[in-house]
């Protein structure tokens, strides 16, 4: 009834003999898969067009398995012929839907590729330093000689394994950026350009790199000059 209330007007059910009054109107309920737009819907009352399945939903802070008994205990005091059965949580009810399950096939692997990603960068980052440390002893051994002090070797061997790190996140995540709008399609609650979840990501890569550089830049910073420099 666009533009005008629906409420006293009535409906006809092609499943139904007669007609049903509007008697009150509802915000959109999703009733089918969270990936699908929002369908029109109505509800009409048990004894006008009986289930022979009801659900009942539950709001409590208790856990399931101490809610389930006084449910069923509930249940059977009204009705002793009714059973209770699939008593879970509204978490594990979204959780089996086939929009979920579907995005887990093929999200979950790219995140595992992503973490080999990171784990492979941070070994790269370790192997090119200690690479650059054991290339560069003479000159360490120098600078410490001539009273550089370790800790300055070492935030100069971390800086020096941060810069691809950060260079190579940055623009990344400015990749991703615009490539993030293919991925909508399989997103649900969540936006393609998030900022807390790109923030995150680059923190933790720093940090990865951090760690990775870390030590090497130690090894380095602990060398004897007497010994370095007279290689």
């Known amino acids: 009834f666009p533009g005008a209330d629906a409420v006293g007007r ?9 007609s049903f009054e509007v008697v009150g109107v509802v915000a959109d309920v999703r009733m089918g898969e969270l990936d699908q737009a929002i369908a029109p819907a109505f509800y009409v009352s048990s004894r006008q067009d009986p289930a022979r399945s009801a659900q009942l939903v539950v709001r409590s802070a208790s856990s399931i398995d ?12 009204l009705d002793t012929e009714v059973p209770v059965y699939a008593v879970r949580t509204l978490q594990e009810t979204r959780e089996s839907t086939r929009a979920v399950t579907t995005r887990r096939v ?22 090119l330093l200690g690479y650059v440390v054991a290339d560069r002893t003479q000159e360490i051994g120098v600078r410490l000689a001539l009273g ?11 800086r020096q394994g941060l810069t691809p790190i950060v260079t190579g996140t940055i623009a990344g995540a400015g990749i991703a950026a615009l490539l993030a709008r293919g ?26 790199g951090t760690v990775a550089s870390a030590g090497p830049a130690r090894r380095a910073a602990r060398l004897d000059p007497a010994r370095a420099t007279g290689r």
Do not use: C, E, K, N
């Not at 009535?10 to 007669?18: F, V």
């Not at 093929?106 to 192997?127: D, K, N, R, S």
């Open 106 to 127: 093929i999200l979950y692997p790219l995140l595992i590729f992503a973490l080999l990603a990171a784990v492979i960068a941070a070994v790269g980052v370790y192997a």
């Open 10 to 18: 009535r409906i006809q059910l092609t499943r139904s003999a007669g």
């Open 183 to 208: 991925l909508a399609h399989w997103l649900f609650g969540v936006r393609p350009l998030d900022p807390p979840t790109f923030a995150a990501v680059i923190i933790a890569m720093v940090l990865l």
């Open 66 to 77: 101490a809610l389930a008994p006084a449910i069923r205990a509930v249940v059977t005091a």
């Open 148 to 158: 550089a002090a370790p800790g300055r070797v070492w935030r100069l061997l971390v």
